[in-house]
């Protein structure tokens, strides 16, 4: 195609005669940045152009659109304009000819005329010398529901337009014309359903050069739905919790007036039986005021003799709320909102929808939704509380997005106070009047701070409402009610008398109810001495307070007072020394008042000064909670067992004891041989000894324990000096460990006698008038039992030694006799050791002593 001087070309457009927009002598094209001069500035791009054939490629021009200028390459100067490179565009829409509404991606009714409005920059195509009708630029398909794709659309009276004859003269273009009576969507050829309308470039082969390029173009089709001539209803759910919103959509043709109405409830209309209400000022709705006039209330439903203000409740407002004409959108849809609240009645409801208004056939739907009431739930994590505690509430409440509080008890008005102030009474109806928590229309929190309700101990009920109603009117809404046990606040500590060694860490741990902001208040009174502190306490009020090592190693031994002092329901502290801690202080009779002296002339010591301060917190003007118990600080001390310090070679060796010090303390203990010392000229040198620590642990009868192993066959016979050593305190223990050979017991040679087997008679004993007893011995024979027998009968004088010898020869005896003589001999092994012992003992220190008197003689 031929482009004139100063013509129009598009990217992706091949094969242009340019040779009339870049004549002879110019053999180049120039382009200029936006803002420059052409002929003063340097052109951005030349491009040397082949005149009889030229594309306008878009990788090399899409950041290249507007003018370009014939450029002389041998005076290096620029011409005219050769041409306007432009980005193509085709957007269509769908349009009612009647009304020229846009109906794009919307739903019509069949039979309603349609238009496809063109927006596009290609009409400069068909300025060019060359151009024929032919050559359209645009291209136009639709799309059927069924998947087939039309060229063009029947008109009314039955006439064709072929969508290839659309001409673009200018920016906006309609096909068919409007003059035409536009596209007869009523034609028995088209079926209901979605029709997809799609642009396209037909010129130059545009669109297969562009269709791999997405920037610098832009083809935006449409869709419209045809439709039946039906009305219709749909709702966002059909069970509303009641206090929640929801919608309802109404289907219809486009443009054209729909009346919308709700029956249910009472006639009356009365609070909580009302239906739920159309919201005011929405997009597509009109509604009648409540004064009146009443012009969409005056519509007759097909059918009815009432119209639809007699249909629905006249309270409150008129009933103006429970009806109105809608207006379906362009794609033949609206949705409405719909609001309930507590003063809607749970029950069932039934919406109506009618049109178009006004035609002599109207449509109509129904639809049902059902309004429950909601619920509402309350926890607080525990049923008892100390007055000055936070209670957390949480909950739930489905059936509005305000949750109202009041509690009731002893004492407190009988419908219901307010939870922040209960002694004020709540107003049934009345907001205001009831504490409000914060939430999301869903959940729910409020904290309450029971130290600053001005109530006292016992066991109260907190209500959680959905509306604000108070005790008497809770049967029309959603409610829950918890109790409560408010109890006066408490300090508790784990022990009641402690003793403590010097320079072991004292731990007090207690527990605390109620307010401790303020945390709680340790003192400590003593002989001339004097300690305070705080510790804040834990979540649940358990609260642990460390002294330290360094501080009880310089209290002197003997009993201390320790009082915990809790600041109860206002969360501070009414009685508190001084910053120089020489003065205590109290808010009675005023802020800052000196109670008693606990440093400098006059002051109280040990337990005068822990009377005085307990005595001031059982002031009737003081609200301050307290505790008391003892300690004992006394001298650390480690005990060892004499028992643990006998022990034999070649077995473990367990040094043990008690002591003072606090469990986990580490002791350090050192096992050395008493010969160790310098080694004499010519002598071994040999010596033994063992090391380590120990952790005292508690012992079986409440004190503290500790206990040391030395493995088998460390230590050889010999005496050891056992040094036991505190490591965090300079208490020491001491001992001699003897470690001995042990004592072998060799048995005596058994002894072999013949024993001639006689009758074996069982060995048993009877008193008389008794049953036989077993005695458990060996049997005797029957000689020994008849011996036996008569000298039981001897008179005194008798002769008895025959019959002992006889006794004596028998196994039984024997075997007593050799038992009895191998325990002497064994008596004079053991003594014979012991002498042995001795006796090398006595070498040693022999040996030790001539080793000193040569030792001096040398020096």
């Known amino acids: 195609m031929i482009i004139p001087p100063g013509g129009e070309v598009y990217l992706g457009e091949e094969g242009l005669d340019i040779r009339y927009a870049v004549p002879y002598p110019y053999t180049s094209i120039a382009y ?96 060019r010398p060359d151009f024929s009708n032919n050559d359209g630029p645009v291209k136009i398909l639709v799309k059927t529901p069924e998947g087939g794709t039309l060229a063009g659309v029947m008109t009314p009276g039955g006439g064709q337009y ?71 209803l749909h709702l966002t759910r059909e069970t509303v919790v009641r206090g929640d919103p929801f919608g309802v959509t109404i289907t219809g043709s486009p443009g054209l007036p729909y009346i919308v109405w709700v029956e249910g409830g009472s006639r009356t209309g009365q609070s909580g ?24 209330g005056s519509y007759r439903p097909y059918g009815k003799s009432n119209a639809v203000r007699d249909l629905v409740h006249q309270n409150p407002f008129g009933g103006v709320y429970y009806y109105a004409e809608i207006m379906p959108d362009r794609t033949g849809k609206r949705t409405i909102e719909f609001r309930t609240t507590q003063e809607t009645g749970d029950k069932r409801y039934t919406f109506h929808v009618e049109g178009p208004a006004g035609s002599a056939n109207p449509k109509s739907d129904t639809m049902q939704v059902q309004v429950v009431k909601g619920s509402v739930s309350l926890s607080a994590g525990g049923g008892s509380y100390s007055i000055g505690d936070e209670i957390r509430l949480r909950g739930t409440n489905t059936g509005s997005c305000e949750t109202y509080l009041f509690i009731t008890g002893p004492n407190l008005p009988s419908a219901g106070g307010r939870l922040d102030a209960p002694r004020r009474q709540v107003t049934d109806g009345d907001p205001g009047s009831f504490t409000i928590a914060s939430g999301d229309c869903e959940t ?137 801690h020489e003065m205590v202080l109290g808010t009675s009779p005023w802020y800052g008042a000196p109670v008693f002296r606990v440093a400098g002339p006059g002051a109280l010591q040990g337990p005068a000064a822990a009377g005085a301060l307990i005595s001031a917190l059982q002031s009737q003007f003081i609200d301050d909670t307290y505790t008391e118990y003892s ?40 096992v050395t041989d008493e010969r160790f010392g310098p080694a004499p ?27 040391f192993t030395i493995p088998a066959g460390t230590l050889q016979e010999g005496d050891y000096q056992v040094l036991i050593q505190a490591v965090s305190s300079p208490v020491t223990a001491s001992g001699v460990l003897q470690v001995s050979e042990p004592v072998i017991i060799t048995p005596s040679p058994a002894l072999t006698m013949n024993i001639t087997p006689t009758e074996v008679l069982p060995a048993t ?7 036989p007893i077993e005695t458990g011995a060996p049997p005797l024979t029957k000689e020994i039992h008849e011996q036996a027998t008569k000298s039981a009968n ?12 006889s006794v004596a020869r028998e196994p039984s005896v024997v075997l007593g006799f050799g038992i009895l003589l191998g325990l002497c001999v064994a008596g004079l092994i053991a003594a014979l050791a012991a002498w042995i012992k001795a006796k090398k003992r006595e070498e040693t220190e022999i040996e030790k002593d001539e080793r000193d008197d040569s030792a001096k003689e040398s020096g």
């Open 32 to 127: 200029f940045p936006a803002g420059s001069s052409p002929g003063r500035d340097q052109p951005l791009d030349i491009i040397q152009v082949n005149q009889g054939r030229f594309s306008i490629i878009p990788d090399l021009f899409y950041d290249r659109t507007g003018a370009w200028y014939q450029w002389d390459q041998v005076r290096g100067f620029p011409g005219q304009v050769a041409f306007i490179v432009r980005n193509p565009r085709i957007s269509l829409k769908v349009m009612d000819r009647n009304t020229m509404g846009d109906r794009s991606f919307g739903t019509v009714t069949r039979g309603t005329p349609l238009v496809i409005q063109v927006e596009t920059n290609l009409a400069g195509i068909t300025r």
């Open 162 to 232: 072929s969508f290839a004859s659309f001409i673009p003269t200018g920016e906006l273009g309609y096909a068919p014309p409007v003059e035409s009576g536009g596209w007869d969507t009523g034609w028995s050829g088209y079926k209901s359903g979605l029709y997809k309308i799609e642009p396209g470039f037909s010129v130059n082969r545009m669109e297969d050069n562009l269709r791999s390029y997405h920037g610098g173009h832009t083809l935006r089709g449409t869709e419209v739905t045809l439709g039946t001539e039906r009305t219709g």
């Open 273 to 296: 039986e009302q239906p739920p209400m159309i919201i005011s000022y929405q997009e597509g709705v009109r509604q009648d005021n409540p004064g009146g006039p009443y012009i969409v």
């Open 444 to 580: 729910w929190e409020y904290r309450l701070y029971t130290g600053e309700l001005g109530i006292d101990t016992g066991t109260y009920t907190i209500y959680a409402v959905s509306a604000p109603r108070d005790r008497y009117h809770l049967e029309r809404t959603s409610w829950q009610a918890i109790p409560v046990t408010l109890k006066r606040p408490f300090i508790s500590v784990s022990g009641r008398r402690m003793t403590v060694a010097q320079g072991d860490e004292l731990t007090i741990t207690g527990n605390s109810g109620g307010r401790t902001d303020a945390g709680v208040a340790v003192w400590i009174f003593g002989r001339n001495y004097f300690w305070y502190d705080t510790v804040q306490a834990e979540h649940g009020g358990r609260f642990t307070y460390d002294l330290p090592g360094p501080v009880t190693r310089n209290m002197a031994p003997g009993e201390y007072s320790v009082i915990i002092q809790h600041p109860m329901t206002n969360g501070e502290f009414d009685i508190w020394p001084d910053r120089s």
């Open 631 to 670: 300690i004992f600080i006394q001298n650390p001390k480690i005990t060892i067992w004499p028992d643990s310090l006998n022990a034999t070679t070649g077995a473990t060796v367990s040094l043990a004891g008690t002591t003072n010090l606090a469990p986990g303390s580490r002791l350090l203990i050192e």
């Open 681 to 707: 000229k010519g002598g071994t040198g040999e010596w033994y000894g063992y090391s380590g620590t120990t952790t005292v642990y508690p012992g079986a009868t409440g004190g503290q324990e500790f206990a």
């Open 765 to 771: 004993k009877q008193v008389p008038g008794t049953m």
């Open 794 to 805: 001897l008179s005194p004088g008798d002769e008895v030694m025959p019959v002992l010898a």
